[in-house]
Protein backbone atom coordinates (compact mmCIF):
# COMPACT_ATOMS: atom_id res chain seq x y z
CA UNK A 1 0.00 0.00 0.00
CA UNK A 2 2.73 2.39 0.71
CA UNK A 3 4.33 1.75 -2.76
CA UNK A 4 1.27 2.45 -4.44
CA UNK A 5 0.64 5.76 -1.82
CA UNK A 6 4.31 7.22 -2.37
CA UNK A 7 3.98 6.65 -6.50
CA UNK A 8 0.51 8.49 -5.84
CA UNK A 9 2.29 11.36 -3.95
CA UNK A 10 4.97 11.85 -6.97
CA UNK A 11 2.50 11.76 -10.03
CA UNK A 12 -0.01 14.02 -7.14
CA UNK A 13 2.61 16.98 -7.06
CA UNK A 14 3.65 17.43 -10.44
CA UNK A 15 -0.05 17.85 -11.41
CA UNK A 16 -1.59 22.02 -11.08
CA UNK A 17 -4.18 23.07 -8.39
CA UNK A 18 -4.30 19.92 -7.00
CA UNK A 19 -4.01 19.44 -3.01
CA UNK A 20 -1.81 16.61 -2.37
CA UNK A 21 -2.52 16.04 1.16
CA UNK A 22 -6.40 15.75 0.90
CA UNK A 23 -5.85 13.44 -2.40
CA UNK A 24 -3.25 10.91 -0.87
CA UNK A 25 -6.24 11.19 2.69
CA UNK A 26 -8.43 9.95 0.84
CA UNK A 27 -6.57 7.21 -1.60
CA UNK A 28 -5.65 6.30 1.73
CA UNK A 29 -8.75 5.14 3.39
CA UNK A 30 -9.47 3.40 0.45
CA UNK A 31 -6.20 1.81 -0.06
CA UNK A 32 -6.45 0.21 3.16
CA UNK A 33 -10.30 -1.31 2.92
CA UNK A 34 -8.86 -2.61 0.00
CA UNK A 35 -6.10 -4.56 1.63
CA UNK A 36 -8.23 -5.20 4.48
CA UNK A 37 -10.58 -7.41 1.69
CA UNK A 38 -7.33 -8.83 0.46
CA UNK A 39 -5.50 -9.49 4.05
CA UNK A 40 -6.06 -13.30 3.92
CA UNK A 41 -5.45 -13.77 0.02
CA UNK A 42 -2.24 -11.60 -0.63
CA UNK A 43 1.30 -11.70 1.17
CA UNK A 44 3.41 -10.59 -1.25
CA UNK A 45 3.74 -7.03 -1.68
CA UNK A 46 4.37 -7.18 -5.20
CA UNK A 47 0.94 -8.98 -5.85
CA UNK A 48 -0.31 -6.17 -3.71
CA UNK A 49 0.77 -3.60 -5.72
CA UNK A 50 -0.81 -5.16 -9.14
CA UNK A 51 -3.94 -5.86 -7.10
CA UNK A 52 -4.35 -2.20 -6.38
CA UNK A 53 -3.54 -0.70 -9.45
CA UNK A 54 -5.90 -3.32 -10.82
CA UNK A 55 -8.56 -2.11 -8.45
CA UNK A 56 -8.02 1.62 -8.59
CA UNK A 57 -6.52 2.39 -11.58
CA UNK A 58 -2.14 3.61 -12.43
CA UNK A 59 -1.09 6.01 -9.50
CA UNK A 60 -0.90 8.56 -12.41
CA UNK A 61 -4.31 7.62 -13.81
CA UNK A 62 -5.66 8.47 -10.60
CA UNK A 63 -3.53 11.82 -10.29
CA UNK A 64 -4.85 12.81 -13.36
CA UNK A 65 -8.47 12.54 -12.45
CA UNK A 66 -7.57 14.22 -9.25
CA UNK A 67 -5.85 17.26 -11.38
CA UNK A 68 -9.21 17.28 -14.09
CA UNK A 69 -11.19 18.11 -10.76
CA UNK A 70 -9.19 21.35 -9.53
CA UNK A 71 -8.51 24.35 -11.20
CA UNK A 72 -4.61 24.50 -12.05
CA UNK A 73 -2.15 27.01 -11.32
CA UNK A 74 -0.20 28.23 -14.29
CA UNK A 75 1.04 31.76 -15.31
CA UNK A 76 1.47 33.07 -18.85
CA UNK A 77 5.34 32.92 -19.07
CA UNK A 78 6.63 29.71 -17.98
CA UNK A 79 9.14 29.76 -15.17
CA UNK A 80 12.43 27.41 -14.37
CA UNK A 81 12.65 25.67 -10.83
CA UNK A 82 13.16 21.92 -11.55
CA UNK A 83 12.29 19.80 -8.32
CA UNK A 84 10.37 22.87 -6.80
CA UNK A 85 6.71 23.06 -5.42
CA UNK A 86 4.53 26.22 -4.87
CA UNK A 87 1.68 25.49 -2.45
CA UNK A 88 -0.66 27.77 0.23
CA UNK A 89 -0.11 27.37 3.69
CA UNK A 90 -3.98 27.57 4.45
CA UNK A 91 -5.33 25.37 1.64
CA UNK A 92 -2.76 23.16 0.34
CA UNK A 93 -3.56 23.93 -3.01
CA UNK A 94 -0.10 23.29 -5.13
CA UNK A 95 1.70 23.42 -8.65
CA UNK A 96 4.70 22.95 -9.39
CA UNK A 97 6.45 25.88 -9.28
CA UNK A 98 7.76 26.58 -12.90
CA UNK A 99 4.30 26.05 -13.80
CA UNK A 100 3.25 28.62 -11.45
CA UNK A 101 5.81 31.05 -12.81
CA UNK A 102 8.36 30.70 -10.37
CA UNK A 103 12.08 31.12 -11.30
CA UNK A 104 14.68 29.31 -9.12
CA UNK A 105 18.33 28.71 -10.42
CA UNK A 106 21.07 27.93 -8.12
CA UNK A 107 18.63 27.76 -4.95
CA UNK A 108 20.27 25.89 -1.57
CA UNK A 109 17.40 26.03 0.66
CA UNK A 110 15.11 23.18 0.94
CA UNK A 111 11.88 25.46 1.50
CA UNK A 112 11.51 29.47 1.32
CA UNK A 113 8.05 31.25 2.11
CA UNK A 114 7.11 34.12 -0.15
CA UNK A 115 3.53 36.25 0.40
CA UNK A 116 1.48 35.66 -2.85
CA UNK A 117 -2.25 35.14 -3.75
CA UNK A 118 -3.81 32.46 -3.94
CA UNK A 119 -6.77 31.46 -6.07
CA UNK A 120 -8.32 29.11 -3.84
CA UNK A 121 -8.51 31.20 -1.30
CA UNK A 122 -8.99 34.17 -2.70
CA UNK A 123 -6.77 36.21 -0.14
CA UNK A 124 -3.11 36.75 0.33
CA UNK A 125 -1.39 33.72 1.79
CA UNK A 126 2.07 32.58 2.95
CA UNK A 127 2.83 30.48 0.03
CA UNK A 128 5.85 28.16 0.19
CA UNK A 129 8.21 26.93 -1.86
CA UNK A 130 9.66 23.78 -1.32
CA UNK A 131 11.94 21.24 -3.09
CA UNK A 132 9.99 17.99 -2.60
CA UNK A 133 8.99 17.33 -6.30
CA UNK A 134 10.45 13.87 -6.21
CA UNK A 135 10.23 13.05 -2.79
CA UNK A 136 7.72 11.07 -0.88
CA UNK A 137 7.58 13.40 2.54
CA UNK A 138 3.90 13.73 2.60
CA UNK A 139 3.27 9.54 3.17
CA UNK A 140 5.33 9.29 5.57
CA UNK A 141 4.58 12.30 7.55
CA UNK A 142 0.84 12.32 7.33
CA UNK A 143 1.16 8.53 8.36
CA UNK A 144 -2.51 6.55 9.40
CA UNK A 145 -3.83 9.44 11.68
CA UNK A 146 -3.14 12.62 10.53
CA UNK A 147 -5.28 14.58 8.27
CA UNK A 148 -4.33 17.21 6.22
CA UNK A 149 -5.78 19.84 7.75
CA UNK A 150 -3.67 18.84 11.14
CA UNK A 151 -0.30 18.11 8.47
CA UNK A 152 -0.38 21.31 7.13
CA UNK A 153 -0.73 23.07 10.15
CA UNK A 154 2.29 20.89 12.14
CA UNK A 155 4.71 21.67 9.07
CA UNK A 156 4.58 25.28 8.73
CA UNK A 157 6.14 28.06 11.46
CA UNK A 158 3.53 30.53 12.06
CA UNK A 159 5.86 33.39 10.90
CA UNK A 160 3.47 35.98 12.56
CA UNK A 161 4.15 34.72 16.01
CA UNK A 162 7.96 34.49 15.43
CA UNK A 163 7.51 38.26 14.24
CA UNK A 164 6.00 39.26 17.25
CA UNK A 165 7.90 37.66 19.31
CA UNK A 166 11.23 38.90 17.38
CA UNK A 167 9.40 42.67 18.19
CA UNK A 168 8.87 42.03 21.91
CA UNK A 169 11.93 40.66 22.84
CA UNK A 170 13.67 44.05 20.65
CA UNK A 171 11.82 46.11 22.98
CA UNK A 172 12.15 44.36 25.78
CA UNK A 173 16.28 44.89 25.31
CA UNK A 174 16.03 48.11 24.01
CA UNK A 175 14.68 49.13 27.33
CA UNK A 176 16.64 47.02 29.37
CA UNK A 177 19.96 48.07 28.04
CA UNK A 178 18.32 51.72 28.24
CA UNK A 179 17.30 51.76 31.66
CA UNK A 180 20.36 49.75 32.86
CA UNK A 181 23.11 51.14 30.97
CA UNK A 182 22.56 54.97 30.99
Known amino acids: MIRYLDALEISLKSK ?5 EDAISDARSH ?8 ED ?12 VD ?3 EPEV ?9 SPITMPGKGYAPGWRIYCTKCGRSAPASEAGVIRIGARSYH ?26 ITRKMGTDLTPEKYRASIHIPVWSIFV ?4 F ?13
Open 112 to 137: KYVLGWCRQCGWFRWLRLQRDLDDTN
Open 170 to 182: SLISTWVINHFWH
Open 41 to 52: TIQDDEELYAHL
Open 62 to 70: VAAQYRDEA
Open 31 to 38: LERACLDT
Open 165 to 168: LATV
Open 55 to 57: QFG
Open 16 to 20: SGVVP
